[in-house]
């Protein structure tokens, strides 16, 4: 212990050394509903952070998406709402460049007052099931990409979606011209600056390009071989693509499916798994991959029902999915087809991996992982056979066994059979219960459309 206690001085030393005008840490704490809550530590108990850590209720984790408590599983106004411990992850001391020079930010992670995991913390939900994998020598490597919008600031702060006028041209972003290069430079200043930011934050940011929509784009992150620095790195993407955007006069959002009538944000997840030697056990030197590889998109696909309420966490999540989109409507599979929910990209044969093209933007990405994991060990270990790959058009109508609907996907959720060997029985019930929540209090929100509808009827 004081081994890591003097490592910790160390680092927090030589970040100080090198950014000396730092006043304060944000300890960011990524909630259930991918909001990140936390706590501003000023300059003067940054010892105290590093050394002992902070204290806050447990339930701060699962608060609805308004912030507001849900008693899930009696954990804060049943139990008298008792704290837990803040560790900063000291690897994850980073400094906030659009903050200015007196911002820095570190990860936390959630543990008991007895120094146990503490399970509300997506953070350990996916270690759990990242362990499940390496006790079998399955070491997963995963690239994630995430799609936005950038949207009028002003607009977007009066609860209205509008394209803006892109922050280096001036031009408004009005029409769909994927990968267009004009859409690109009217952004390039806030992507070089993005860039900047990524190198300073440890982020390992790959290409960018111009998405199916006014607005629209994506970012893609290079692959690391910890599942939790991936979703780590999402979530600081996220943050910065945010704050860089206000910087530039702009908003952004990764809701999935901000205009009704355009392409939805989503959350891709590229993953290949190498053995204890670091060999990809999904190659094996031709196009079509190995057998593992067959045998985890079969599970990918066997547990895509029970999955759902993590892939789609709100509402607003199941409009992204629709016939002809370019996104998942079923179990189905293929080679280099952009329409399955799993694909295997082209590639040379030792980055044989597969995509899992199902998350919205806006899910959490531990959670979401933590499902794409399992459902690809289940596969391995159960030897299971994929359906036959799709060549055409998979995505021409909706598979009734995939629970398209929020109160469907909670329903799958709470008769999951397979999830809860892997993310915990405990855990998925105070997802669900959370996530019920808050599906109950927007049922109990009259909208304007019901007013209109059935106010005055003719």
């Known amino acids: 212990m004081k081994e ?18 730092t006043e304060f840490v944000d300890v960011l704490l990524p909630d259930l509903c991918n909001i990140i809550r936390g706590k501003r530590i000023g300059r003067k108990h940054f010892g105290k952070l590093f050394d002992e850590g902070i204290l806050i209720p447990s339930s701060t984790f699962l608060l609805d998406v308004n912030g507001i408590g849900t008693d899930a599983g009696g954990r804060g106004f049943s139990d008298g709402d008792p704290d837990v411990a803040v560790r900063p992850i000291v690897s994850s001391l980073v400094p906030v460049p659009w903050a200015g020079p007196s911002a820095a930010q570190v990860m936390g992670i959630l543990y008991e007052l007895d120094g146990e995991p503490c399970l509300v913390d997506p953070r350990h939900v996916l270690r759990r099931v990242v362990s499940q994998l390496a006790g079998d020598g399955f070491y997963p490597v995963i690239a994630l990409e995430l799609e936005f919008y950038l949207l009028d600031g002003i607009l977007a702060d009066a609860g209205e979606a509008h394209p803006p006028s892109l922050p280096d041209t001036g031009r408004l972003a009005e029409r769909t011209q994927v990968y267009s290069l004009a859409d690109l430079d009217g952004v390039s200043s806030f992507l070089a600056e ?111 029902p029970e ?57 959490n990405p531990y959670l979401a992982l933590a499902a794409i994991l399992a459902g690809i060990h289940h596969g391995i270990s159960h030897e299971l056979d994929p359906p036959e790959a799709r060549r055409d058009n998979a995505g021409e109508e909706l598979d009734p066994e995939v629970p398209f609907g929020w109160q ?28 019920q929540f808050e599906l109950d209090t927007f049922h109990g929100e009259i909208t304007p459309l019901e007013f209109r509808w059935y106010l005055a009827p003719e």
Request: glycine share 10%; aromatic share 8%.
């Open 4 to 21: 890591a206690m003097d490592g910790q001085d160390k680092e927090l030393g030589q970040f100080l050394e090198a950014y000396p005008q």
């Open 194 to 304: 993005m860039e900047s930011i990524c190198t300073a934050q440890k982020v390992p940011l790959g290409g960018a390009s111009s998405e199916y929509a006014a607005g629209q784009f994506e970012i893609n992150l290079e692959h690391v071989d910890d599942p939790i620095a991936a979703a780590d790195h999402s979530i600081l993407l996220q943050r910065a693509v945010k704050g860089l955007a206000r910087k530039h006069g702009v908003a952004a959002t990764f809701m999935a499916k901000p205009y009704p009538g355009s392409a939805g944000n989503g959350l891709h997840a590229h993953v290949s798994i190498l053995d204890e030697y670091g060999n990809n056990i999904f190659d094996d030197g031709t196009d079509q991959g190995g057998e593992r590889l067959r045998q985890a998109i079969a599970g990918s696909l066997a547990l895509l």
């Open 307 to 363: 999955s759902m309420a993590f892939f789609a966490p709100n509402v607003n999540s199941f409009r992204r999915f629709g016939t002809n989109l370019y996104v998942p409507t079923g179990r189905t599979w293929g080679y280099n087809n952009r329409s399955v929910a799993v694909r295997v990209p082209a590639s040379a044969s030792q980055a044989r991996r597969l995509e899992h093209r199902v998350a919205g933007a806006d899910a």
């Open 408 to 435: 469907r996907a909670l329903d799958r959720l709470e008769s999951a059979e397979f999830l809860k060997d892997y993310m915990g029985q405990e855990y998925i019930d105070l997802y669900r219960q959370c996530k």
